[in-house]
T-cell receptor
Framework: DGGITQSPKYLFRKEGQNVTLSCEQN?????MYWYRQDPGQGLRLIYY???????QKGDIAEGYSVSREKKESFPLTVTSAQKNPTAFYLC???????????FGEGSRLTVL | KQEVTQIPAALSVPEGENLVLNCSFTDSAIYNLQWFRQDPGKGLTSLLLIQSSQREQTSGRLNASLDKSSGRSTLYIAASQPGDSATYLCAVRPGGSEKLVFGKGTKLTVNP
């Protein structure tokens, strides 16, 4: 089945540690996205990539980094510079022809 | 700047009722509009995608309409069921942009 796989589903981190969230898609989509979801704030765009080896900052990129070495993969690193990293992180990809967006199941990060 | 508003933030209805969820946007220059469903702790599931040239889309008991000139979309759910309980989000893709703009969602509860 085609889809987007995010891992891990739950992650706990101590303050000062970097963590990397995985996102893999087998939909053959060029564009991929990372969003952050907090209660009452809606979805906010962190980074997006329209093609391999290229990515752009979204609205809240500070404290995050990404790479896009393969079409299928778009990992997100939450660095120690991110002031409030506890959140639900969602990865998505979009169909180039229709613009339809598809999401993974999300990763919940908790900083202890 | 495009803004998307969903009112009400929460809605509770008895099972079997037909209902309408509303989405309004401030800039009519959109590429498409997409409705999603989100269950607690899960990712977003795409329900319906309406391209800017279309007026409506239907899938089963769901019907979404789009009126670009007035900046409005509605999601009609027929014969609601308890399994329809979820948060429904709409998002618009501004023309020429890869960055979707999301509303904050309407939390729907269908009571048995």
């Amino acid at each position: 089945d085609g889809g987007i796989t995010q891992s891990p589903k739950y992650l706990f981190r101590k303050e000062g540690q970097n963590v990397t969230l995985s996102c893999e898609q087998n939909l053959n989509h060029d564009a991929m996205y990372w969003y952050r979801q907090d209660p009452g704030q809606g979805l906010r765009l962190i980074y997006y990539s329209q093609i391999v080896n290229d990515f752009q900052k979204g609205d809240i990129a500070e404290g995050y980094s990404v790479s896009r070495e393969k079409k299928e993969s778009f990992p997100l690193t939450v660095t120690s510079a991110q002031k409030n990293p506890t959140a639900f992180y969602l990865c998505a990809s979009s169909n180039a022809q229709t613009g339809e967006l598809f999401f993974g199941e999300g990763s919940r990060l908790t900083v202890l | 700047k495009q803004e998307v508003t969903q009112i009400p933030a929460a809605l509770s209805v008895p099972e079997g009722e037909n209902l309408v969820l509303n989405c309004s946007f401030t800039d009519s220059a959109i590429y498409n509009l997409q409705w999603f469903r989100q269950d607690p702790g899960k990712g977003l599931t795409s329900l319906l995608l309406i391209q800017s040239s279309q007026r409506e889309q239907t899938s089963g008991r769901l019907n979404a309409s789009l009126d670009k000139s007035s900046g409005r979309s509605t999601l009609y759910i027929a014969a609601s069921q308890p399994g329809d309980s979820a948060t429904y989000l709409c998002a618009v893709r501004p023309g020429g942009s890869e960055k979707l703009v999301f509303g904050k969602g309407t939390k729907l509860t269908v009571n048995p």
